[in-house]
């Protein structure tokens, strides 16, 4: 049943750590590695750098609902979503 699921290579569930500047503030985000290549797509799609598109979800996400209380779990749900409409290249 779960074969599709459990046979995924153990390196795309890896986390890993990268810094990046968000409103001038440089942050540490935790995320696995299958994250940060879906995001690289959809900056890639927008032709930005990964940091710019988190720095500009971050404010539209402020913008829009006032705070980002976890912007990693932001960042995974983006990615999904990307996912799921099909948006990808």
């Not at 049943?1 to 409103?23: G, H, N, T, W």
């Not at 609902?65 to 749900?77: F, Y």
Request: with cysteine; proline share 1%; charged share 15%.
């Amino acid at each position: 049943m779960c074969e599709l699921y459990a046979s995924q290579s153990p390196d795309l569930y890896l986390v890993s750590k990268k810094s990046i500047r968000v409103q001038g503030v440089v942050t540490s985000l935790a995320l696995e590695n299958k994250v940060w290549q879906v995001l690289e797509q959809i900056a890639a799609q927008e032709q930005i750098s990964v940091a710019k598109f988190i720095s500009m979800l971050y404010q539209e996400s402020i913008e829009r609902h006032g705070a980002v209380s976890n912007l990693a779990s932001l960042l995974r749900i983006s990615c999904l979503t990307y996912l799921e409409n099909g948006t990808q290249n």
